[in-house]
């Protein structure tokens, strides 16, 4: 698994850097794709030894999860466009950070909200909330 991890990323990175020419953040989306591949070949290699992994509950929230980051990740990418240069003093990192920051947590909590995603309500709050609870809500 992490054989595979590693090389994807290696030929990600060298197709985004010195094929494509693009930047830092192919990088991260190499990396990211990376990722996702050997989190699915473990994912099928766990199943074949121990059975199905995921419920339809489970994948369902973690669609729902996955469709958060991607909105929050458009939103930030969007709001990034507005420093196009990166800046050179540490106020204007700071500022450019924070606003990134600021709109990826909102536009994530808020699209967490409108898709009902209540698996992150222990990170947000006190009270322990059971899984099964919340997978009869579904």
Excluded: M
Aim: glycine fraction near 6%.
């Amino acid at each position: 698994g992490s054989l595979i991890s590693v090389s994807t990323n290696f030929a990600f990175n060298l197709f985004f850097v010195l094929g494509l020419h693009l930047g830092a953040a192919w990088i991260a989306l190499g990396t990211s794709i990376s990722s996702v591949l050997s989190c699915t070949f473990l994912l099928h290699r766990l199943s074949k030894e121990i059975g199905p992994v995921f419920d339809r509950a489970a994948l369902f929230s973690c669609v729902k999860i996955g469709a958060c980051c991607l909105i929050s990740g458009i939103a930030s990418w969007t709001v990034s466009r507005l420093y196009p240069d990166v800046p050179v003093r540490l106020v204007d990192q700071l500022l450019q950070f924070s606003l990134l920051a600021i709109s990826f947590l909102s536009c994530f909590l808020l699209s967490a909200y409108l898709l009902n995603l209540t698996e992150l309500l222990p990170f947000f709050l006190k009270k322990r909330y059971n899984r099964s609870d919340n997978s009869e809500k579904l």
